[in-house]
């Protein structure tokens, strides 16, 4: 995902209100509502999941289906409070039919809203959830498997990368990867803050 820096920076309603309304997309025609994101804007942590799912869909606000309460424990176990200090924002705003997979040109038609939104958070460290988030800001093809238990980064912002929660809950066996990779980034974060 490369962002255009140069671009104007919407407000952030007025960003809201662009997602809102948005079109740019087949994804608009099967969506109850948009998915903008949820938590402090201010927030020092930025987590990037993948694309709303059926109760994201309803509710229009990420991470609050099953998925996401394993995401509430992760982040409780951690000692990050989901509406304090993180804010969590997906990499498409609309739910794709039946879960699917998020297509190439959905991703491209809504990269901007996200490219947006880490511009105003400006956060201390991003945690990419997934192959499509992790994918999409490193611009890789890697695996999860290749790509976590580094740091990366994105546009000079620390990114470390782990597994989306819903494939954890398909995949328990994996979920004390998942917590290295929490500790991981617990660990790089204190260290990115004595260095502010
Ligand atoms: N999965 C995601 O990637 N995001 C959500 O908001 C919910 C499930």
């Known amino acids: ?51 709303p799912g059926e109760q994201e869909d309803k509710q229009g606000l990420p991470f609050v289906g ?42 491209a038609s809504c990269q901007n809203y996200l490219i947006q939104q880490i511009r105003h958070i400006q956060p201390t460290l991003i945690l990419a959830l997934g192959r499509f988030a992790a994918q999409t800001l490193l611009q890789t093809e890697k695996s999860i498997g290749q790509l976590r238990g580094k740091l990366h980064s994105y546009q000079d912002i620390p990114l470390i990368v782990s597994y989306h929660p819903a494939y954890l809950l398909r995949n328990q066996p994996d979920k004390h990867k998942a917590w290295q990779d929490l500790v991981f980034a617990r660990n790089t974060f204190a260290r990115l803050q004595d260095r502010s």
């Open 1 to 51: 995902m490369v962002a255009d820096t140069a671009a104007p920076l919407l407000e952030w309603d007025a960003l809201e209100r662009a997602v809102r309304d948005c079109r740019d997309c087949r994804l608009c025609q099967t969506r109850t509502q948009t998915v903008f994101g949820r938590g402090n804007k201010q927030a020092r942590w930025l987590l990037i999941g993948e694309a």
């Open 66 to 107: 099953r998925a996401g309460q394993l995401l509430d424990n992760m982040l409780s176990a951690t000692g990050l409070d989901r509406d304090q200090d993180v804010y969590i924002a997906n990499v498409l705003k609309c739910r794709p039919p039946g879960n699917r997979n998020p297509s190439g040109d959905e991703i």
